[in-house]
């Protein structure tokens, strides 16, 4: 059974930071895209940021050069560093991963989806 468990969120204030955290457990970890998503009240969940199994990463325009995603594949873990938060960073924060037939972009290419966790930036 394939679980992805996120943590790190919380409330922070405009210009501060946070770490998220996703453990995966139950899949070949080094087969996958892993990466992040977002999704805020009233919008559609959004990609932010993936990894590839070399550590290839690419970003979402919104958040380039203030997130920096990272993976350790021995913990199959991934993380993402948050910086110079703004208060439209705002949304539940979902961590995500994808077999590596093609690079993690959209929402349909997720085989399995962490619960979230809710990442407040106030102003």
């Known amino acids: 059974q394939v679980q992805l468990v996120e943590s790190g969120g919380g409330l922070v204030q405009a210009g501060g930071s946070l770490r998220l955290s996703c453990a995966a457990s139950?899949?070949?970890?080094?087969?996958?895209?892993m990466g992040w998503f977002r999704q805020a009240p009233g919008k559609e969940r959004e990609f932010v940021a993936r990894?590839?199994?070399?550590?290839?990463?690419y970003y979402a325009d919104s958040v380039k050069g203030r997130f920096t995603i990272s993976r350790d594949n021995a913990k199959k873990m991934v993380y993402l560093q948050m910086n110079s938060l703004k208060p439209e960073d705002t949304a539940v924060y979902y961590c995500?991963?994808?077999?590596?037939?093609?690079?993690?972009?959209?929402?349909?290419?997720?085989?399995?989806w962490g619960q979230g966790t809710q990442v407040t930036v106030s102003s």
């Open positions: 990894i590839g199994w070399s550590d290839a990463t």
């Open positions: 995500a991963a994808a077999y590596r037939t093609t690079p993690l972009l959209r929402s349909s290419q997720v085989n399995y």
């Open positions: 139950g899949l070949t970890f080094s087969n996958y895209f």
